[in-house]
């Protein structure tokens, strides 16, 4: 069965960096546009990022265009998210998430239980 | 940016029917997808392009999509529908997803 295991969650001073991990299991990783989503708490859901299966495109919300960096290793079944100049509206659960669709971002059929980055001084 | 708006609470007794709406420009244009989220838990998709479910879903959870607005209607409502709902799309003129602000269905 599909798998999805975040990693890499923690607390981390404003302006500082972290990169999460989502390890893949149980479908063909290299097959499936990847995301990243993000729920502040008590807040709702809001999109990262997208990468295409092969890595030759990303998307970004305007809210970490420039900040964060999606990224894959097909070879290792894990996706990544690089995240600098961390800001405390940052603060979330971090998704990762598999589409269906390999080239285009569509929906979301399989996510993982989420990690949690904290943003504090 | 393309901007989709949700009810913030939606009440209904057992047994009834739930509408969940999701606003938006033209949004009958878009695909619209549906997700379900319980407390502390991940969210799970329940309809997705408009009107189709994914294979596990009961068939009381059907979509609509047609000029500004797209429902969500849950027939026949039981207490483990009890959960956050959130519409989402993808916006092609800004190469981005979106999420509707999500509606929180409470089953009296």
């Known amino acids: 069965q599909v798998q999805l295991v975040e990693s890499g969650g923690g607390v981390v001073q404003p302006g500082g960096s972290l990169r999460l991990s989502c390890a893949a299991s149980?479908?063909?990783?290299?097959?499936?546009?990847m995301h990243w989503v993000r729920q502040a708490p008590g807040k709702g859901l809001e999109w990262v990022a997208f990468i295409r299966y092969d890595g030759s495109n990303k998307y970004y919300a305007d809210s970490v265009k420039g900040r964060f960096t999606i990224s894959r290793d097909n070879s290792k079944n894990t996706l990544y998210l690089q995240m600098n100049s961390l800001r405390a509206e940052d603060t979330a659960v971090y998704y990762c998430?598999?589409?269906?669709?390999?080239?285009?971002?569509?929906?979301?059929?399989?996510w993982g239980q989420g990690t949690l980055v904290t943003v504090s001084s | 940016s393309y901007v989709l708006t949700q009810p913030p609470s939606v009440s209904v007794a057992p047994g009834q029917t739930a509408r969940i709406t999701c606003g938006g420009n033209?949004?009958?244009?878009?695909?619209v997808h549906w997700y379900q989220q319980k407390p502390g838990q991940a969210p799970v998709l329940v309809v997705y392009d408009d009107s189709d479910r994914p294979s596990g879903i009961p068939e009381r959870f059907s979509g609509s999509n047609s000029g500004n607005t797209a429902t969500l209607t849950i027939s026949r409502v039981e207490a483990g529908d009890e959960a956050d709902y959130y519409c989402?799309?993808?916006?092609?003129?800004?190469?981005?997803?979106?999420f509707g602000g999500g509606t929180k269905l409470t089953v009296l």
């Open positions: 998430a598999k589409d269906p669709a390999s080239i285009v971002a569509t929906i979301f059929d399989y």
């Open positions: 989402q799309v993808w916006d092609s003129s800004s190469d981005s997803v979106v």
């Open positions: 033209n949004i009958g244009s878009k695909s």
């Open positions: 149980g479908f063909t990783f290299s097959s499936y546009g």
